[in-house]
T-cell receptor, first 115, second 115 residues
Framework: DTGVSQNPRHKITKRGQNVTFRCDPI?????LYWYRQTLGQGPEFLTY????????KSRLLSDRFSAERPKGSFSTLEIQRTEQGDSAMYLC?????????????FGQGTRLTVV | AQSVSQHNHHVILSEAASLELGCNYS??????LFWYVQYPGQHLQLLLK??????LVKGIKGFEAEFIKSKFSFNLRKPSVQWSDTAEYFC?????????????FGGGTRLMVKP
């Protein structure tokens, strides 16, 4: 499968614990995005990388959230001291490095449940 | 900042009925527009996109959408739906000058097609 890969697919954690998700984009896609989708809502943009540089961060990304893409390939999203409100589907997407508009390809997401 | 409204949250149709899902966006400049579909248990997939040119765009599986700039709309249509079209549909927009192409999604429309 050459699509965007996300791991784990599901994560259940206790409130206050830290969690980390991984995203492997389509190879040659230098743009990588993280979105969050809560039940009954559309995805909301969290952050964007071009290669290893984090170029945009949404106000939704509180201080407890951190994302990295150290070598410009895979990315990790860490949530510290999880809260019940963090329960959501976390989606990763990637796109080609064209200067113009491009389409984003999405992974299947990591569903986080905070109990 | 841009926003997207999808007025129909749930739509139920019988097979062979015609479909039109509404999408309106709010943004003062030029935009790129997308429709994504999410089949049950699967990842978001691009249905069609509009960047420039002919405002009537055709996508996969017989879907089409028309960009009406004066109405800030990008409605999705299909002349005859099938049971396999049961899915959630998301309209998304990004400013045309947005080099990062971060998407703003609508809340989604859940379509159920009865056999």
């Amino acid at each position: 499968d050459t699509g965007v890969s996300q791991n784990p697919r599901h994560k259940i954690t206790k409130r206050g614990q830290n969690v980390t998700f991984r995203c492997d984009p389509i190879s040659e896609h230098n743009r990588l995005y993280w979105y969050r989708q809560t039940l009954g809502q559309g995805p909301e943009f969290l952050t964007y990388f071009q290669n290893e540089a984090q170029l945009e961060k949404s106000r939704l990304l509180s201080d407890r959230f951190s994302a990295e893409r150290p070598k410009g390939s895979f990315s990790t999203l860490e949530i510290q001291r999880t809260e019940q409100g963090d329960s959501a589907m976390y989606l990763c997407a990637s796109s080609l490095p064209w200067a113009g508009p491009t389409e984003a390809f999405f992974g299947q997401g990591t569903r986080l449940t905070v109990v | 900042a841009q926003s997207v409204s999808q007025h129909n949250h749930h739509v139920i149709l019988s097979e062979a009925a015609s479909l039109e899902l509404g999408c309106n966006y709010s943004y003062g400049g030029t935009v790129n527009l997308f429709w994504y579909v999410q089949y049950p248990g699967q990842h978001l997939q691009l249905l069609l996109k509009y960047f420039s040119g002919d405002p009537l765009v055709k996508g996969i599986k017989g879907f089409e959408a028309e960009f009406i700039k004066s109405k800030f709309s990008f409605n999705l249509r299909k002349p005859s739906v099938q049971w396999s079209d049961t899915a959630e549909y998301f309209c998304a927009v990004t400013p045309a000058g947005n080099a990062g192409n971060m998407l703003t999604f609508g809340g989604g429309t859940r379509l159920m097609v009865k056999p």
